[in-house]
């Protein structure tokens, strides 16, 4: 059996790969594609499969997925330019004769109003009419989209957000690429949709969570939509995606990003990683680095 794993230059791409051979995945059979396959030298030297992938460039993908019994599908991050990529990944995976297709959607993808979903809903019905066997992983939201930011969040003893008092359903993006590897190496999940997340929390509580882990006060910033997306543009985010991140916020606002779903720990075996989990290993990570 190969398994093809698209963007696997990238975070959650490589940690499906990791995943899979941590699984006892023997190395010939994982094939990692992306775009920069310099990224990938350390897996070819493991006996890992590498191949150039780019989603904008349709003639690399034919190669890429030649052979491939399974496809991982991540998707891409380009606004607008998502559902284009996508089409071109499932058509080249089709024409390669890939059995199964996995794709990473967002969870509530079929409900959600937020912009992000909207090409992950296009999407998952393309993928459905394609006649391909597939699954459909509806990946909430990452805890490191918080963590990553912890150095800046203690810097100024906030966190922001335009999320009032919205639940979010986050877990780790290690406990969404075990859920990945799963579906792609056992059988009874053809045809699934799963929807993916971890404990709720609100973004009030993550930061009263942040202030018991640091030590110092953290406090939640509700702002609107509008000067959040200022906020994240002066922060250094190119205006497209500040306007998708605190779009994204609004969602979370309206229950898009909850889920009361357990797919996620049905599927991994164990509890999810939970925002005190994260940001204990995230403020472990930023003290060794100093």
Same mark, same amino acid.
């Given at each position: 059996? *190969?398994?093809?794993?698209?963007?696997?230059?990238?975070?959650?791409?490589?940690?499906?790969?990791?995943?899979?051979?941590?699984?006892?995945?023997?190395?010939?059979?994982?094939?990692?594609?992306?775009?920069?396959?310099?990224?990938?030298?350390?897996?070819?030297?493991?006996?890992?499969?590498? &191949?150039?992938?780019?989603?904008?460039?349709?003639?690399?993908?034919? +190669?890429?997925?030649?052979?491939?019994?399974?496809?991982?599908? =991540?998707?891409?991050?380009?606004?607008?330019?998502?559902?284009?990529?996508?089409?071109?990944?499932?058509?080249?995976? #089709?024409?390669?004769?890939?059995? %199964?297709?996995?794709?990473?959607?967002?969870?509530?993808?079929?409900?959600?109003?937020?912009?992000?979903?909207?090409?992950?809903? +296009?999407?998952?019905?393309? /993928?459905?009419? *394609?006649?391909?066997?597939?699954? #459909?992983? %509806?990946?909430?939201?990452?805890?490191?989209?918080?963590?990553?930011?912890?150095?800046?969040?203690?810097?100024?003893? !906030?966190?922001?957000?335009?999320?009032?008092?919205?639940?979010?359903? !986050?877990?780790? &993006?290690?406990?969404?690429?075990?859920?990945?590897?799963?579906?792609?190496?056992?059988?009874?999940?053809?045809?699934?949709?799963?929807?993916?997340?971890?404990?709720?929390?609100? /973004?009030?509580?993550?930061?009263?969570?942040? *202030?018991?882990?640091?030590?110092?006060? #953290?406090?939640?910033?509700?702002?609107?939509?509008?000067?959040?997306?200022?906020?994240?543009?002066?922060?250094?985010?190119?205006?497209?995606?500040?306007?998708? =991140?605190?779009?994204?916020?609004?969602?979370?606002?309206?229950?898009? /990003?909850?889920?009361? *779903?357990?797919?996620?720990?049905?599927?991994?075996?164990?509890?999810?990683?939970?925002? &005190?989990?994260?940001?204990?290993?995230?403020?472990?990570?930023?003290?060794?680095? +100093?």
């Amino acid at each position: 059996m *190969s398994i093809v794993i698209t963007g696997a230059s990238g975070h959650l791409g490589r940690l499906v790969v990791d995943q899979l051979l941590a699984a006892g995945t023997p190395p010939a059979q994982i094939v990692a594609t992306g775009r920069d396959v310099g990224k990938l030298a350390d897996l070819e030297q493991n006996g890992v499969t590498v &191949r150039r992938a780019d989603f904008a460039d349709p003639s690399t993908l034919d +190669r890429a997925f030649a052979g491939a019994d399974a496809m991982l599908l =991540v998707s891409t991050t380009t606004v607008g330019e998502r559902f284009d990529n996508h089409r071109q990944a499932i058509d080249a995976a #089709i024409r390669a004769d890939v059995s %199964r297709i996995v794709y990473t959607s967002i969870v509530n993808a079929s409900t959600a109003r937020m912009t992000l979903a909207d090409e992950h809903r +296009r999407t998952e019905d393309y /993928l459905r009419a *394609s006649g391909c066997e597939f699954v #459909i992983l %509806r990946n909430g939201w990452y805890l490191e989209n918080y963590t990553d930011q912890l150095p800046m969040i203690t810097q100024y003893h !906030a966190l922001l957000g335009s999320a009032h008092d919205g639940l979010v359903s !986050a877990a780790g &993006r290690h406990d969404f690429a075990a859920a990945a590897a799963v579906v792609l190496t056992q059988d009874g999940h053809l045809g699934a949709t799963y929807e993916l997340g971890g404990t709720p929390f609100t /973004l009030t509580e993550l930061a009263a969570t942040m *202030s018991d882990v640091l030590g110092t006060h #953290i406090a939640y910033q509700d702002m609107s939509v509008a000067d959040y997306t200022s906020a994240l543009t002066g922060a250094g985010l190119p205006p497209e995606m500040a306007a998708a =991140v605190a779009d994204a916020d609004a969602g979370l606002a309206r229950g898009e /990003l909850f889920t009361a *779903s357990d797919d996620l720990v049905k599927l991994i075996g164990r509890p999810a990683t939970t925002a &005190r989990e994260a940001v204990r290993s995230a403020a472990a990570a930023v003290g060794e680095s +100093r």
